[in-house]
């Protein structure tokens, strides 16, 4: 399967605790992507890395959050000090630019709760 | 955050019957995405429009490109039972990040 992978699928951890999740992108991709989507609503934009480097942040990503891409392959997402408010779908997705189009391409996410 | 207006909300059609949902936003964006979500899987890419006026086919999938550049429409003919699911419009500018900005989703139920 050459899709993006993520993992875990599903992680449940108690208030206070750090987690860390994992994608793998599409492996041509250059651009990673992570976002997060709570219960009915669409996923909203936390961070891109275009290859190693990462270029923008949202204000949804607090302190708490932190994500690499140490060698512009995979990526990680870090939390620290978990709060109930973090409980959430957590997608990673990946492109690649050709001109002006670009087509993301999502994992199948993590999904995180915190108790 | 910023998102999209996705409508309807939500649909319950008879399975056959023709379907269709749209996207407005305030702003303009170069793409428009559609993707369809089941629960506990990540979005799947449908359609991706990169042209304003742009009309682009996919099986039984039509989606359109608004001229303004501010909407997108998605068509679905003869619904089956394996159409049920949440569908999302993006909005993306390719000029900057290339973040996707979504609406809030359509859920589509289809009864046999």
């Known amino acids: 399967d050459t899709g993006v992978s993520q993992n875990p699928r599903h992680k449940i951890t108690k208030r206070g605790q750090n987690v860390t999740f994992r994608c793998d992108p599409i492996?041509?991709?250059?651009?990673l992507y992570w976002y997060r989507q709570t219960l009915g609503q669409g996923p909203e934009f936390l961070t891109y890395?275009?290859?190693?480097?990462?270029?923008?942040k949202s204000r949804l990503l607090s302190d708490r959050f932190s994500a690499e891409r140490p060698k512009g392959s995979f990526s990680t997402l870090e939390i620290q000090r978990t709060e109930q408010g973090d409980s959430a779908m957590y997608l990673c997705?990946?492109?690649?630019?050709?001109?002006?189009?670009?087509?993301?391409?999502f994992g199948p996410g993590t999904r995180l709760l915190v108790l | 955050g910023q998102q999209l207006n996705q409508s309807p909300q939500s649909m319950f059609i008879q399975e056959g019957e023709d379907v269709s949902m749209n996207c407005t936003s305030s702003?303009?964006?170069?793409?428009w995405l559609w993707y369809k979500q089941e629960p506990g899987e990540g979005p799947v890419l449908l359609i991706a429009?990169?042209?304003?006026?742009e009309l682009t086919s996919n099986g039984r999938l039509t989606a359109q490109f608004g001229i303004t550049r501010k909407d997108s429409f998605l068509n679905i003919s003869a619904s089956i039972p394996s159409d049920v699911g949440i569908y999302f419009c993006?909005?993306?500018?390719?000029?900057?990040?290339?973040?996707?900005?979504f609406g809030q989703g359509t859920t589509l139920q289809v009864k046999p």
């Open positions: 890395f275009q290859n190693e480097a990462q270029l923008e």
């Open positions: 702003s303009i964006f170069n793409t």
């Open positions: 429009l990169y042209k304003a006026g």
């Open positions: 993006a909005g993306q500018n390719t000029g900057n990040t290339g973040k996707l900005i």
């Open positions: 492996s041509e991709h250059n651009r």
């Open positions: 997705a990946s492109s690649h630019r050709l001109g002006s189009q670009e087509t993301q391409y």
